[in-house]
């Protein structure tokens, strides 16, 4: 199989690689469609990545090879690349949340498994989730990082009538937009400094500003005239995320959705005089995937929208990290990866 490899920062090739051997509880999917993260551009642009590896987490596929122990599947079922299956069995699962799970493994560390910038991907029985009847491919392939950004919303307590800020409108940020409206939120703000990414937040339905436009008040008791209930930080910039503080009412809450490697510098005084409640948001609810095939599902959910319209080969890869880097592309890119059977 053809599969896009991360060599060092900056560099990835596409060579062939041998189709993985199916276990006994093993399904073997061909790859439809696998969209391009915020965290891939991490590991190509910054060098976060393991050489040799092949990343892509946000995939769907058909299966093509079940192994003899597997029950629930068969060859041509659709499906999408589900959670990590945790323990079920410690203090943050029994209490659902299993992005908590005492057994998850520390990111970055420990082996790699290989991801769906590949034209075949191996996973086990547990760890797909089925896609609804009818449900293109390439929209499928949104339910990975929709249910982030439904986890980023039930961090929050987001809900409508409140008043919601997005600090940054990659795709997480414009799916979190999304999500919110679904949800009934109607006054939502986002703030971005991409031409491009600020016409998508307001084709979504979004109020856009630039991040100069954010002020952050002079005292750490005072709040700005029209605060936020809740914002949703999907950057991963950290200043970003000390001007989302600024912009909460008191007794608002900050979200922090993006992963980046800057740390911020908030203000104690302006939290504890405030009130204020700073949270993460690390991957999914305990039902996410099955509530973003569901949102997804919903012909009044704007995938179109969310989705650059054309697909990209697995050639093409690096050139489609660049530009979403730069900022030439706003909505998810989805990778192609097949040469078909």
Same mark, same amino acid.
């Given at each position: 199989m053809r599969a896009a490899v991360y060599r060092r920062q900056g560099a990835m090739d596409v060579e062939e690689r041998p189709v993985p051997?199916?276990?006994?509880?093993?399904?073997?999917?061909?790859?439809?469609?696998?969209?391009?993260?915020?965290?891939?551009l991490h590991f190509v642009i910054e060098g976060w990545g393991q050489p040799g590896s092949i990343e892509g987490h946000e995939w769907s596929g058909r299966v093509v090879a079940v192994g003899n122990a597997v029950t629930q599947w068969m060859v041509g079922d659709a499906a999408v690349g589900g959670p990590t299956p945790r323990c079920g069995k410690c203090e943050a699962c029994l209490a659902g949340r299993p992005s908590l799970c005492a057994t998850?493994?520390?990111?970055?560390?420990?082996?790699?498994?290989?991801?769906?910038?590949?034209?075949?991907?191996?996973?086990?029985?547990?760890?797909?989730?089925?896609?609804?009847?009818?449900?293109p491919m390439r929209v499928a392939a949104l339910a990975e990082p929709l249910a982030v950004a439904l986890h980023g919303l039930t961090r929050g307590g987001v809900q409508?009538?409140?008043?919601?800020?997005?600090?940054?409108?990659?795709?997480?940020?414009?799916?979190?937009v999304a999500a919110a409206r679904a949800r009934g939120v109607t006054d939502i703000v986002v703030s971005e400094p991409h031409p491009k990414r600020r016409a998508l937040a307001?084709?979504?339905?979004?109020?856009?500003?630039?991040? &100069?436009? =954010?002020?952050? +008040?002079?005292? #750490?008791? $005072? /709040?700005?005239? *029209?605060?936020?209930?809740?914002?949703?930080?999907?950057?991963?910039?950290?200043?970003?995320?000390?001007?989302?503080?600024?912009?909460?009412?008191?007794?608002?809450t900050l979200v922090l959705v993006g992963a980046g490697m800057h740390r911020p510098r908030f203000d104690n005084n302006r939290i504890l005089l405030n009130e204020m409640m700073i949270t993460g948001?690390?991957?999914?609810?305990?039902?996410?995937?099955?509530?973003?095939? &569901?949102? =997804?599902?919903? +012909?009044?959910? #704007?995938? $179109? /929208?969310?989705? *650059?319209p054309d697909d990209v080969p697995l050639d093409g890869i690096l050139g489609a990290i660049g530009a979403l880097h730069d900022g030439e592309l706003a909505a998810k890119v989805m990778i192609v990866p097949s040469r078909g059977l």
């Amino acid at each position: 199989m053809r599969a896009a490899v991360y060599r060092r920062q900056g560099a990835m090739d596409v060579e062939e690689r041998p189709v993985p051997d199916v276990g006994p509880n093993d399904v073997l999917l061909e790859v439809s469609h696998c969209g391009i993260c915020g965290s891939d551009l991490h590991f190509v642009i910054e060098g976060w990545g393991q050489p040799g590896s092949i990343e892509g987490h946000e995939w769907s596929g058909r299966v093509v090879a079940v192994g003899n122990a597997v029950t629930q599947w068969m060859v041509g079922d659709a499906a999408v690349g589900g959670p990590t299956p945790r323990c079920g069995k410690c203090e943050a699962c029994l209490a659902g949340r299993p992005s908590l799970c005492a057994t998850r493994g520390t990111p970055g560390a420990g082996v790699h498994s290989d991801g769906a910038f590949a034209e075949y991907i191996l996973t086990t029985e547990a760890g797909i989730k089925r896609v609804p009847e009818g449900m293109p491919m390439r929209v499928a392939a949104l339910a990975e990082p929709l249910a982030v950004a439904l986890h980023g919303l039930t961090r929050g307590g987001v809900q409508a009538g409140q008043r919601v800020l997005v600090t940054g409108a990659g795709p997480i940020g414009t799916l979190s937009v999304a999500a919110a409206r679904a949800r009934g939120v109607t006054d939502i703000v986002v703030s971005e400094p991409h031409p491009k990414r600020r016409a998508l937040a307001e084709r979504l339905g979004a109020n856009v500003v630039e991040p &100069e436009q =954010l002020v952050t +008040p002079p005292s #750490p008791g $005072d /709040v700005v005239d *029209e605060p936020f209930d809740v914002a949703l930080e999907c950057s991963g910039n950290a200043k970003a995320m000390e001007s989302a503080l600024g912009q909460l009412k008191r007794g608002g809450t900050l979200v922090l959705v993006g992963a980046g490697m800057h740390r911020p510098r908030f203000d104690n005084n302006r939290i504890l005089l405030n009130e204020m409640m700073i949270t993460g948001a690390f991957v999914y609810d305990a039902d996410g995937f099955e509530r973003s095939l &569901e949102l =997804l599902a919903d +012909p009044s959910f #704007p995938s $179109d /929208v969310l989705i *650059e319209p054309d697909d990209v080969p697995l050639d093409g890869i690096l050139g489609a990290i660049g530009a979403l880097h730069d900022g030439e592309l706003a909505a998810k890119v989805m990778i192609v990866p097949s040469r078909g059977l």
